[in-house]
Structure formats: C-alpha cells, structure tokens
C-alpha cells in the first residue's frame, strides 16, 4: 500500500490545564500539539494533509477521542502519565506562572520512525521532550519547525524556571525554523538587542527565526533580512494560552501551501488575535 503522504505533522504530548486568570479558573486539555490541530482543523482542512503524534496516558485518552471525532488524524504513543500544567495569569496575560503537576514520556528515535512530511513541527513543553539525536534524525525527514519554550524550562519540585537550552549549539543547527519570544532570544544567545540575537541563531544555522513580540507584532529573520509583522488588535482579551502556539500554526499552514513570509506572517497574526477572544483554541 503507498505510504500516505502529509504537509504537516505536528508532534508533542497534550497536557491537562488548569489556567487561573484574574476572572476564573478552569480545566482544559491543552499543550502545543492541542491547539495546533484544534486551529488547523478549524481552518479549510482540504488545503494541506495533516497529522498529530501524540503521547499521555491511557486514562486521560478523552481530548484524543474528541479530535479524532472531528476529523483530525491522531496517533498515539503510549506514556505512564500525562503532562498536567497550572498556568497563572496576571491582568497583562503576557505574564505568567507555571507548576508542572507531572511529565509525560519523552518521544524517542523509535517512536519517531515512521514520521515524514513536508513540514515537522515539534511542540515542546520541557526540556526533555526531545532529544538532540531526536531533532537530528527528524531534521532528515523534512523541513523541521521547532517552537523554543520548552527546551528553555527547568522542573524543581513542580515549579517552572528559565533556563539555558541543553546542548544547543549541537541542536540548533540541525532546526529550520525556529520560534522565539523576546525572553527566550536572550536567554540562549546571551544578547539584550533582539535583533541581534535573531541574527546568532541565524548564525548558528537556523533559516528561518521566527521572534513573536505580543502586542507588539513579530519578526522573521530569513536570509539576513527581517520582515516585520505588525500585532492584530483583538477586540477583546479573555485568555493567551495557546495565542503562540496559534500563531506558530497559522504561520505553518500558510507556508506549507507556498505562502510568502509576509502573506505567512500576518495570517499568523490575524489568527493569534482571533484567539486570544475565548478560551481554548482558535475557533476559525
């Protein structure tokens, strides 16, 4: 039988939430991997093939069987737990407080074996979600979309700290587009001036550097060329859990169908906005 082929596929654990704002508190599935398949699949599914990999435990399997219910193509990797986040959000929802309750398996080379698509998206939640050999070997399989936030997250005693990326240098190379946000471009290259530390990644043999700055727009750094994205206004914000991993979606979805990164970016843009006016995730 052909071997199906895919435009995207996005790989990371789904998380349980529990994401406590000044107005409310509530749980949710969530993680990279949820919003980013909820987001695509509430765009036009027909115009690029997509599949989520997956990993959390048996118990905890209702956010699959809902996805799968909508149509979104979802395989699972086994894990003795399922990651569980407490996000606490300040008024300005550009700040916030994570614990981490409990950690998934990480994905391994044998787990990885079969995977293969236009574009690879891994949706990291902490460091060792993914190995270095991991990023190496997927990069081989096409073009490999990292997203920098949890390679940049320390556990201690269930509270989440900044911290440098573990064998960076070895893995950045290896990964071609690369999102950031102003806090993370510091810690790993060491430089204040964003746009010079978009320019060391780049340096460091990252194509595309994708800098996500809030309210304040986006950047992308290609070719020693930064294009500037300006901000959507939302006509209201009720939740930002997810607004990133949104964007990172939306940016995705456009340049696997040929997209420029300026037509990319302020989709990306537009549809980040669009979230960040509800809980859960971008709803088209």
Known sequence: MEKKQYDIICIGHLTKDKIVTPEKEV???GGTSYYFSHGI????????RYKLVTSLAEEDMKPVEEMRGLGIEVDVIPSRNTVFFENIYE???????????????????????????????????????????????????????VDAQGYLREVRDGKV???????????????DILKVNEEEVQTITGMTDLKEGARQLQEWGVKEVILTL?????LV????????????KPKKVVDATGCG???????????????DIDEAGNFAAEVSARKLEASGPFRG
């Open 27 to 29: 749980y949710m599935p």
């Open 41 to 48: 699949n509430n765009l036009d599914t027909t115009a690029v």
């Open 91 to 145: 008024a300005d929802q550009n700040k916030r407080k994570q614990r981490v309750r409990a950690k998934a398996d990480p994905f391994t080379m044998e787990n990885i074996a079969d995977i293969e698509a236009k574009y690879i998206v891994l949706g990291t939640l902490l460091a060792d979600d993914f190995s270095t050999e991991v990023i190496k070997e997927l990069s081989e399989r096409g073009t490999l979309v």
């Open 161 to 175: 700290f900044a911290t440098d990326w573990p064998n960076k240098l070895e893995a950045i190379g290896h990964i």
């Open 214 to 218: 809030g309210s304040y727009g986006s």
């Open 221 to 232: 750094l290609s070719d020693g060329v930064f294009h500037e994205i300006p901000a959507v």
């Open 245 to 259: 991993d949104t964007y990172l979606m939306g940016y995705i979805y456009k340049r696997a169908q040929g997209a």
